[in-house]
T-cell receptor, first 114, second 116 residues
Framework: DVKVTQSSRYLVKRTGEKVFLECVQD?????MFWYRQDPGLGLRLIYF???????EKGDIPEGYSVSREKKERFSLILESASTNQTSMYLC?????????????FGSGTRLTVV | AQTVTQSQPEMSVQEAETVTLSCTYD???????LFWYKQPPSRQMILVIR??????QNATENRFSVNFQKAAKSFSLKISDSQLGDTAMYFC?????????????FGTGTRLTVIP
């Protein structure tokens, strides 16, 4: 089975800290995604990447950046965490040419910024 | 713009009964795929069922089936013989058919509780 692993299940950070959320997939997928999940808002796309060192903005990229130095790893960076970034963050991956299969998701990181 | 609407924030059903979750979407594209994802308390998003827009036949996966009405842009999920393990958030989503990175557009979710 494809696995998408997010390094932390829960994180608590202070306002102004630089925060790294890590995601690793083990099935050689080209595409990787970061979503933010909030009650009543569903999942909103922050950034995605379709290749190493490539990145594209999603719907809500403000306050975030990403890094993809290796194919299997996609990092989400909060340059200066703020309380409005308290949320659940979900990473996902998919093959380049298999849209039919949808995405494979990680188990999420619940981030609290205090 | 691509949008997905789930008008039922919460639903409940008695164990062994049938429940239908509604979903409507909007897109100007003609080739796309539709999905229902389940997110149990463990938070792992699990693909429940998928439907190709070009297929008229409704998809079925065991106790899960969909009612796909392309003209109405409606994609409802029916769960038969509900089980306690079906308690979860359910998200409707669709993806435009194209090669390369493809964005899944999600609805806001329906929280389903199965009552013993």
């Amino acid at each position: 089975d494809v696995k998408v692993t997010q390094s932390s299940r829960y994180l608590v950070k202070r306002t102004g800290e630089k925060v790294f959320l890590e995601c690793v997939q083990d099935m050689d997928h080209e595409n990787m995604f970061w979503y933010r999940q909030d009650p009543g808002l569903g999942l909103r796309l922050i950034y995605f990447s379709y290749d190493v060192k490539m990145k594209e903005k999603g719907d809500i990229p403000e306050g975030y950046s990403v890094s993809r130095e290796k194919k299997e790893r996609f990092s989400l960076i909060l340059e200066s965490a703020s309380t409005n970034q308290t949320s659940m963050y979900l990473c996902a991956s998919s093959p380049w040419d298999s849209v039919f299969y949808g995405y494979t998701f990680g188990s999420g990181t619940r981030l609290t910024v205090v | 713009a691509q949008t997905v609407t789930q008008s039922q924030p919460e639903m409940s059903v008695q164990e062994a009964e049938t429940v239908t979750l509604s979903c409507t979407y909007d897109t100007s594209e003609s080739n796309y795929y539709l999905f229902w994802y389940k997110q149990p308390p463990s938070r792992q998003m699990i693909l429940v069922i998928r439907q190709e827009a070009y297929k008229q036949q409704n998809a079925t996966e065991n106790r899960f089936s969909v009612n796909f009405q392309k003209a109405a842009k409606s994609f409802s999920l029916k769960i038969s013989d509900s089980q306690l393990g079906d308690t979860a958030m359910y998200f409707c989503a669709f993806i435009i058919y194209q090669t390369g990175a493809n964005n899944l557009f999600f609805g806001t979710g329906t929280r389903l509780t199965v009552i013993p």
